[in-house]
């Protein structure tokens, strides 16, 4: 006698992930984009439309944002040169719910590769910049600001489409065969 709860089409569990942002200047064509990386946690509810097919809703936390790295080479007298080095940061934190639409992929019950495209609406729970210049000569002191951003900088929410590739692990707890 096989246990019928195997069988239902709703499911919950915990997401994660671990991405990386950028963003690009068309105006400073010097900037050397570095990534910003940070992780995303949550948890997810999940219907089963079909054995290939589901519709959810997850809720998760994410850290998002992006660095630029400049270097600007310039005269200090009329025979030595140094270098400014300038690197900005700006990091966000933010609760994030999104409604995917997931097609799995192969026929095996526990391991399932899958793809998704969902919308994702993100509320910014607090943020802040990081402005740094260094000098390759020490006759100059480095400068470095930092802020916290305001609704003036920043809308408080944003809505977007996201879509991605994943292995999925179903694991059954309190089941029997």
Not at 20 to 38: C, E, F, L, P, Q
């Amino acid at each position: 006698m096989t246990d019928s709860r195997n069988n239902l089409p709703l499911s919950l569990g915990i997401t994660g992930s671990y991405g990386w942002n950028d963003m690009m200047y068309s105006a400073v064509k010097t900037a050397k984009a570095v990534g910003y990386h940070g992780p995303t946690g949550g948890i997810a509810i999940e219907y089963n439309a079909f054995k290939t097919f589901s519709v959810g809703f997850d809720a998760s936390f994410a850290m998002r944002g992006f660095r630029k790295e400049t270097t600007t080479r310039f005269l200090t007298d009329y025979t030595h040169s140094t270098s400014a080095h300038v690197n900005y940061e700006m990091s966000l934190k933010a609760v994030e719910a999104r409604l995917p639409l997931t097609l799995y992929l192969g026929s095996s019950d526990s391991w399932k590769p899958y793809v998704y495209i969902a919308p994702r609406v993100s509320l910014w729970l607090g943020d802040s910049i990081r402005w740094e210049r260094t000098y390759d000569n020490d006759s100059y002191a480095p400068l470095v600001y930092k802020a916290a951003l305001s609704k003036d900088n920043i809308a408080p929410y944003d809505i977007s489409a996201v879509a991605g590739i994943g292995l999925c692990h179903r694991a059954l707890i309190g089941h029997t065969q």
